[in-house]
């Protein structure tokens, strides 16, 4: 199994940007799916999660409103559509994966099994 995060880029503040990721095997299903970010000399944050069922959701109280995360199953792939972006969401977004029972513990790095690279989400003032 394997993610690849992609479509970051470069937006004003007030803008919109969406990043994917694509989960390759035939684990998609049976994942629970996660977004992360690290900013400038910062430490890696959970953002949003999304369980398998994808009718359940949890986000960082500091995007809630703006940001929301979906799931695809016919394309295997996780989405993290970000609106009204602000400075401070510049950051490398990274999707995770965690591949066993729930757990409950999905704002932490740990309850993840699975980590992509990371895409570059720059916003400018």
């Known amino acids: 199994v394997q993610l690849q995060a992609y479509g970051g880029g470069l937006v004003q503040a007030g803008g919109f940007l969406r990043v994917s990721c694509v989960v390759s095997?035939?684990?998609?299903?049976?994942?629970?799916l996660g977004w992360f970010r690290q900013g400038p000399g910062k430490e890696r944050e959970f953002v949003a999660v999304?369980?398998?069922?994808?009718?359940?959701?949890y986000y960082q109280n500091s995007v809630k409103g703006r940001f929301t995360i979906s799931r695809d199953k016919t394309k295997n792939t996780v989405y993290l559509q970000m609106n009204s972006l602000k400075p401070e969401d510049t950051a490398v977004y990274y999707c995770?994966?965690?591949?066993?029972?729930?757990?409950?513990?999905?704002?932490?790095?740990?309850?993840?099994?699975?980590w992509g690279h990371g895409t570059l989400v720059t916003v400018s003032s």
């Open positions: 999304i369980k398998r069922n994808g009718d359940t959701t």
């Open positions: 095997g035939r684990t998609f299903g049976s994942a629970v």
């Open positions: 995770a994966a965690r591949l066993r029972s729930w757990g409950g513990h999905y704002w932490l790095e740990a309850f993840y099994d699975l």
